[in-house]
Each structure stands twice: as structure tokens, then as C-alpha cells.
Antibody, heavy 117, light 107 residues
């Protein structure tokens, strides 16, 4: 069974940093691209970043480019999102997702990030 | 950026009715549209990929159609478990974008 389990969320002050992790199991992690998708409270879904199966390619939405870094450790089957210079508009539930040809076929349960002073 | 416009924003139906949800893209995207269902306080679930391709484990009452700029998610005979929010998403070009969602509610 495919499982994606996020961790690392919580309350953080504006301008500070936070790192999210996603532990994957039930599939060969190194064969799949992975992504982060977020959802602000009571809002819709928003793609954040994608990383290729081997980590050689990364893609970001403009609003997080230069502040967020997506990475992976295939030996540990773990996906990461390093978030720096956090803003109030980054407040959201962050979902770890598995990429399947442009779609996201498996989603984690999500981890909440609240940016507030 | 490709903008996806979903309509209606809310759809009130009685269980057993059949419904169609619309997603319109701001430019042609071939069949690079995917549909997700999100129940309250749950993670999204992939329903349909590439406009009309079915997903293993998804009930056959869900189907998709369209190409270019106009797409439709159809639910044949809505069941109680189907009342949730539905999102379309395009993978034609970056940034990947979602529609704002259609909420399917009980009439």
C-alpha cells in the first residue's frame, strides 16, 4: 500500500524557516517524481514544487522561487521542502504527492504550516 | 499562466440525479486535464486523468470528456458519498494550475 506521511509543520514567525519531510513507502520511491501541493485555509489547491525521480530537475511556482527548495533522499525514500523567508500567505496545509505523468495519483494526509507572529 | 474556470461554483442535487461539472481553460490544452475529488477534511483523490482516462479503484459512474478548452466531469446517478468538492487541474504547462472547484451538495 502506498503511503505518504508528512511531518515538520507547525507555527512559525514571518521571515523564519521551516523544513517539511515526507516519508514514502509501499512503492519504489526512486522511480517517481514527487511534488508538494498546498491549500490555504478554506481555499483551493495550489501547486508548489516538483522534483524529478532522480532529483536532477526541480520546478517551482513563482511565488516561492528563491525561498523554497524541494529535495529528496532516495536512499531514505523521503521528500523534503525547505521553506525560508516565510510569509503569512504561505500559511496552508502542505500535501506531499506522487507524480504520475502530470497528475498526482497519491497524496499524503497533509501537514499544517501557520506563519504568524 | 493557464486559468481554469470551473462552473458552477456550487451544484445542489438529489441523490440519484446525474450531473455534469464544467472546466474551461484559458487556452487550448489538448487533453491535459485531470479531475480530483476532495471530501471535507480529507486529502484530494485523483478521479480522472487526461480528460477521459479512468483510474483504478474509482467507481465507473465517474467519467470525463473534452479536449482543447472545454472539459466535463460527469457523475452518473450521484450517491451520498459523492457530495464533496471537485477540482480540475492542467498539466499542459507550468505553472501547474487548478480550477477553483465545484462544490456538489445535497439538495
Amino acid at each position: 500500500e502506498v503511503q505518504l506521511v508528512e511531518s515538520g509543520g507547525g507555527l512559525v514567525q514571518p521571515g523564519r524557516s521551516m523544513k517539511l519531510s515526507c516519508a514514502a513507502s509501499g512503492f519504489t520511491f526512486s522511480n517517481y517524481g514527487m511534488a508538494w501541493v498546498r491549500q490555504a485555509p478554506t481555499k483551493g489547491l495550489e501547486w508548489v514544487a516538483t522534483i524529478s525521480y532522480d532529483g536532477s530537475s526541480t520546478y517551482y511556482r513563482d511565488s516561492v522561487k528563491g525561498r523554497f527548495t524541494i529535495s529528496r533522499d532516495n536512499a531514505k525514500s523521503t521528500l523534503y521542502l525547505q521553506m525560508n523567508s516565510l510569509r503569512s500567505e504561505d500559511t496552508a496545509t502542505y500535501y506531499c504527492t506522487r507524480v504520475l505523468r502530470g497528475t498526482w495519483d497519491y497524496w499524503g494526509q497533509g501537514v499544517m504550516v501557520t506563519v504568524s507572529s | 499562466d493557464i486559468v481554469l474556470t470551473q462552473s458552477p461554483a456550487t451544484l445542489s442535487v438529489t441523490p440519484g440525479e446525474s450531473v455534469s461539472l464544467s472546466c474551461r481553460a484559458s487556452q487550448g490544452i489538448s487533453t491535459s486535464i485531470h479531475w480530483y475529488q476532495q471530501k471535507s477534511n480529507e486529502s484530494p483523490r485523483l478521479l480522472i486523468k487526461y480528460a477521459s482516462q479512468s483510474i483504478s479503484g474509482i467507481p465507473s459512474r465517474f467519467s470525463g470528456s473534452g479536449s482543447g478548452t472545454d472539459f466535463t466531469l460527469s457523475i452518473n446517478r450521484v450517491e451520498s458519498e459523492d457530495f464533496s468538492v471537485y477540482y480540475c487541474q492542467q498539466s499542459y504547462s507550468l505553472p501547474l494550475t487548478f480550477g477553483s472547484g465545484t462544490k456538489l451538495e445535497i439538495k
